[in-house]
C-alpha cells in the first residue's frame, strides 16, 4: 500500500513539472491590429436559429485605419469604431452604432464588439456581438462573423 501511495505521490508532482518541460504545440495565430487596416465587406449569421431565420445575414462593411479606428455599417446602421485592441488570442474591435442594425426587435442594439480570431491576408473571421451598452449586456445578440478584404492596405 506505500508503494502506491508513493508512486501516486510521485506521479502527482512529476505531471505537471513533465507537461511544463515539453514544448507546447501550439497552433495559434498570433495577431496584431496592423492586419486589420484595410477595407473589408461580409456578413454576419447569428447563431439563435430563430432569429437567422427571421432577420437572415446582415451585411457588413468596415475601413479600419491606425490608430485603431474606423468606420462602416452593419444592416442599416453606421457604425463607429472607439477601439481595437488585442486581448488573449484574439483582438476586439469596439464600436457604436447610430441605430439599430435592422427592425427586429431583438436587435435594438447600440453598441458591437467583433472578436477577430483568425487575419489571413484576405479574408478574417471572428464572432459579432450586438448589445445594449459597452459593458454587460445579458441579451446581447452573438452571430459569426466573415469578412473580405475589398481594397488596399
Known sequence: MRRILALLIGLTLAGPAAAQS????DVRQTLSTEQLTGEWTGTVKFFDAALSERVGELPISLKLTPPARGIGR????AVQVTEVKPH?????????LDNPPHIDDALSKTH????????TPGQLTGEV???SNSRFDPRMREGYLVLKRTGDR
Open 22 to 25: 515539453k514544448p507546447r504545440n
Open 74 to 77: 452593419i444592416g442599416s446602421a
Open 88 to 96: 488573449r488570442d484574439r483582438l476586439e474591435v469596439l464600436a457604436t
Open 129 to 131: 456581438h450586438l448589445k
Open 112 to 119: 458591437v464588439v467583433l472578436l477577430i480570431t483568425s487575419v
